[in-house]
């Protein structure tokens, strides 16, 4: 009889190592021993040395067994066993330990484990020798067998990891989303490209979108070639695709190309275009218009409109995006009628463009100078339905401030609100600005105060463009009570605010409050920047203070600012100006050994100053270095050396010059002929200057105020006094306003002449248009007064002259004591009337 016949069915079923191992440790008592021993956290106690002595390779399985559940424990076994006892572990046993680890998800130690198994046993068959541990321990397949292949990806091994991944496809066994990721990019960087091929072929074909994890694999592989730098791989990696009978997806291939876009790869981008047109998927507008956008931005409009009609001859449509994109780099690239013809070629084709790009358009035109376009292009939007936004209604209201055009700004921001649309805080400033430029702070003032009313919140914006157009009018005391209420309201104030009001202070040659100003800066933590210095710089050098200017600029230097062209300029014309040539000269060499390059600018300014000091020759040489080497000479230098040559009474090569100056491309201007009328003049010449004066009248420049004052002043010298007065009423009758010089040129000329009631009656007219009378104007009527013996009369207009915030200066001084008049006019001015007069203009 066989032997099975007398076995009981159930013991010839395999024995599972589950019940080997509970067995095999009732059975050892060894084992039980040191399992108890590991067990224990602290204070464990190990058998007798002799007992261990008797610890064998194969007890190891059975006690990681054991210890499953303590797997730190199972780790310090695991190592006291190998160190200790001198056990040599087998692949089964570090199988066991890898088990264990990863079924609780303790994947750093798994990977000590893996790095030893490598360096001692070097390449096994993962799938046999890991097979036994998942009926033991039941872990995870999935798990397991993806740890292994991350690893060997890790460690480079990629020819093993995809001989992993084929075992895993053979059987089934889905791969875990961080590893399949890690498997792809490794594949990527090891370049291999067929390899790549035949994973992505067995993905495709056997991997559903859940095991993918919804991993777009053929994305993943393409951007990975790109990022490596390895576009053309990617290419090839395309091309075999298609060549294997792989559809591919188009939406899938314009992402790869907006990645190219993204990393700047324009020229990438076409090779992958057309490899589409050959190979396909075939083009789709959005292929089309990425790639058009593409060249847009780097300015190749030629090649974007190659691609443009490309589409329409492969009968593809161009939509609102390609449209707009089109419009826009042609806008962007100054060609704004090629522009403005696409705009219309779309919208006759019934393509709605949005008000995005419409408003594009609208800044594009503005920006260029072309308001008129830009307000036709709104009126177009109009018609066709598009509703303009904040943003439309901001670009054409500034576009109209900058322009002066504040009634059309003003009428434009009215139909804004009647249509229900919020105006913006820019667009407040804009419009306050375009007042204050224009002088008209009255009306900016009353914008600023519906702002306030309607809840807005002024920002550094509006605060700059108020206190810089009270600064433009002078009105300094209005402009610091703004900047006051400024940092009140919690504005922090900025380099410009202080450079604007730095500039004020300069202007009015306020140097004392301007280096207050310039002070405070550091209070605020506020660095000043070149500008600032070169506008401190120029007021010190107004008040003829050069040495304090010199010592500044050093100081500047020293704490490390780096002054321009612009500051070496303006300080080296102060040192010109106070009759320090030679200093300015110092300068001048300082700056070029530095590197800065000068400007014709400042040229022109050491030509002017050669000629104030009659140095003929310097001034001479410097023009023909000009001339041969540059910079260009500007219109500026031209009228700088007939201004010298008049100044030192060679008119005949002024006019030489002059007549030069028609056949250059530069030209002459109405300062060049007024130059010449003013030294006819002042020779007596007047037939000569009124053949000038008629010239400009027939062919232009216009004659401006300057020209008729010249005139006019040459003709009071000559006494022709009829002659003067018919040049102010036809100066009058052009239109022209006549300016302080104009007046005061009038009021000598009759003073002179004794017509001191005439002088009264000019002197009056005058304040009746505006024009504030200056201390020149003053002493001229004082004078003429007191030589007609009217001494209360100069008394009176004296006594005018300071309530009005006119400082007296020598001249007047000289003609008080000599008439005997220091103790007959009020000794305190009301210094106060200048900025009452301020308050008043700005309620």
């Known amino acids: 009889m066989a032997l099975s016949s007398k076995v009981p069915p159930f013991l010839l079923k395999p024995i599972s190592g589950l019940y080997f191992y509970r067995t095999y440790s009732q059975s050892n008592p060894l084992i039980n021993q040191i399992t108890s021993a590991f067990h224990q956290d602290d204070n464990f106690q190990l058998p007798e040395p002799r007992t261990l002595s008797n610890l064998q390779p194969t007890h190891v399985e059975p006690i990681l067994y054991n210890l499953s559940s303590k797997p730190f424990s199972a780790i310090r076994f695991f190592e006291w066993s190998e160190n200790v006892i001198g056990i040599n572990h087998t692949l089964e046993s570090y199988a066991c330990l890898a088990h264990l680890l990863l079924l609780k998800r303790m994947f750093d130690p798994a990977r000590w484990v893996f790095g030893k198994m490598v360096e001692k046993f070097g390449y096994f068959d993962c799938v046999a020798v890991f097979e036994k541990g998942f009926r033991n321990y039941g872990s995870n397949r999935s798990t397991v067998f993806s740890f292994f292949l991350e690893n060997y990806c890790r460690i480079g091994e990629i020819d093993v990891s995809v001989e992993l991944f084929f075992q895993m496809c053979e059987m089934g066994v889905p791969l875990s989303q961080y590893a399949m990721l890690k498997f792809l990019r490794c594949l990527v960087d090891s370049r291999c490209v067929n390899l790549v091929l035949d994973v992505y072929g067995i993905m495709r074909s056997r991997f559903s979108k859940e095991q993918t994890h919804g991993v777009d694999v053929y994305s993943f592989v393409m951007n990975g070639f790109v990022k490596i730098g390895e576009v053309q791989l990617s290419l090839d990696f395309h091309k075999e695709l298609i060549k294997r009978g792989f559809s591919l997806d188009i939406v899938a291939c314009n992402k790869i190309l907006k990645s190219l876009y993204e990393s700047k790869c324009t020229d990438d981008m076409y090779k992958f275009f057309v490899l589409m047109l050959e190979e396909g998927p075939m083009p789709s507008v959005v292929t089309f218009s990425t790639l058009i956008n593409s060249y847009c931005k780097e300015g190749r409009l030629e090649d974007a409109f190659r691609l443009y009609v490309l589409m329409i001859a492969r009968g593809i449509d161009p939509d609102l995006i390609v449209y707009s994109i089109l419009i826009d780099g042609l806008f962007k690239a100054g060609k704004l009628g090629e522009g ?55 670009i054409l209201v500034n576009g109209l401030c900058q322009k002066d055009r504040l009634l059309e700004a003003l009428g434009m921001f009215c139909q804004m609100v009647k249509h229900g649309t919020e105006p913006s805080l820019l667009m407040y400033s804009s419009l306050i600005d375009g007042f204050c430029k224009a002088g008209k702070l009255k009306d900016g003032f009353g914008l600023y105060k519906e702002m306030l009313m ?20 002078g009105w300094m005391c209005a402009a610091m009570r703004f900047f006051y209420q400024a940092i009140k309201s919690g504005i922090s104030p900025n380099t410009y605010i202080f450079n604007t009001l730095v500039d004020g202070f300069c202007r009015l040659r306020q140097v004392n409050n301007m280096v207050k100003v310039y002070m405070q800066m550091g209070a605020w933590n506020i660095l000043p920047d070149v500008v600032t210095h070169t506008v401190v710089i120029k007021g010190i050098c107004e008040q003829g203070r050069c040495d304090e200017a010199l010592a500044f600029f050093f100081q500047m230097l020293k704490k490390g600012f780096l002054p321009d062209v612009i500051t070496y300029c303006i300080l080296i014309d102060g040192l010109c100006k106070w009759n320090n040539l030679t200093v300015g000269l110092q300068v001048f060499e300082l700056m070029t050994r530095t590197g800065i390059n000068p400007d014709i600018a400042l040229y022109n300014v050491l030509i002017n100053a050669f000629f104030k000091e009659s140095q003929l020759r310097n001034a001479l040489g410097l023009f023909n270095e000009v001339l041969e080497c540059g910079p260009p000479p500007d219109i500026v230098t031209y009228n700088t050396m007939i201004c010298g040559y008049c100044s030192m009474k060679m008119l005949n090569n002024a006019i030489q010059l002059y007549e030069e100056m028609k056949h250059e491309p530069i030209g002459y201007n109405t300062i060049t002929m007024t130059i010449l009328i003013d030294a006819f003049c002042k020779e007596g010449r007047m037939d000569d200057a009124m053949s000038l004066f008629s010239e400009m009248l027939e062919k232009g420049p216009s004659p401006n105020v300057v020209t008729y004052s010249c005139l006019i002043d040459g003709y009071y010298k000559s006494s022709c006094m009829e002659t003067a007065f018919d040049l102010l009423e036809e100066m009058l009758r052009n239109n022209v306003s006549p300016n302080i010089v104009s007046y005061s040129i009038l009021i000598d000329g009759l003073c002179k002449r004794g017509m001191i009631e005439d002088a009264s009656l000019v002197f009056t007219s005058m ?33 005018h002259m300071l309530e009005a915030g006119v400082m007296s200066d020598g001249f007047i001084q000289k003609i008080l004591t000599e008439y005997d008049l220091q103790n007959g006019h009020k000794n305190k001015p009301n210094t106060q009337l200048k900025e009452v007069h301020e308050r008043d203009s700005l309620q």
């Open 340 to 394: 403005g013809h696409l705009l219309s070629a779309a919208l006759d084709k019934g393509i709605k463009l949005d008000a995005v790009i419409l408003s594009s358009i609208i800044d594009a035109y503005i920006r260029n100078g072309e308001v008129a376009k830009g307000v036709q292009t709104f009126k177009r939007m109009l018609k066709e339905g598009v509703l303009p936004t904040t943003v439309t209604y901001g």
């Open 454 to 473: 309607k809840g807005y919140i002024p920002d550094v914006v509006v605060y700059n463009v108020i206190i810089n157009g009270l600064c433009k009018q």
């Open 767 to 799: 304040l009746s248009t505006h024009i504030l009378p200056d201390v020149v104007t003053y002493g001229i009527l004082i004078h003429g007064y007191c030589k007609v013996g009217k001494l209360v009369d100069a008394v009176s207009l004296y006594n």
